[in-house]
């Protein structure tokens, strides 16, 4: 049996998102494996500032590109992001609110809980 995966407070991972369908496994859940390069775990809550940040270094997140099925991220949209990129954000200043309920433990590896708290938003938000 495998175990569920927990999330950074300890607990069952909870789904990100679904519409639009997220995650690297585009199964809605914030969830990681090894084919999974840039980590997709941080669930978060997009707003402009990080969508234009996002762009500005090099992933464009809000246009949509329909050969290959995604339709481009708006505020307010929760999408798995690359832990990587979320640290790159709250360096930068314009990290997006994250759902600590959605995102993976493994993201403690590479960020600080209290940053990641620091931003929370509630899961049913």
């Known amino acids: 049996m495998v175990a569920k995966p927990h999330n950074v ?3 069952p991972l909870h789904c990100c998102c679904t519409d639009p369908m997220t995650g690297f496994y585009r ?3 914030c969830e990681t494996g090894p084919d999974d390069q840039g980590l997709h775990i941080v669930c978060a809550e997009m707003t402009t500032e990080f969508l234009e ?21 708006r505020p307010g949209d929760r999408w798995c992001l690359c832990v990587e990129r979320w640290r790159e954000a709250l360096e930068a200043g314009v990290a997006p609110p994250v759902v600590l ?11 600080d809980l209290n940053d990641l708290q620091h931003h929370a938003v509630t899961a049913d938000e």
């Open 9 to 11: 407070l300890g607990s």
């Open 53 to 73: 940040f996002s762009r500005s270094v090099g992933n464009d997140l809000s246009t949509p590109t329909p050969e290959a099925g995604f339709n481009g991220l």
């Open 101 to 111: 309920e959605a995102t993976h433990i493994s993201a403690l590896e590479f960020v």
């Open 27 to 29: 199964n809605g859940h």
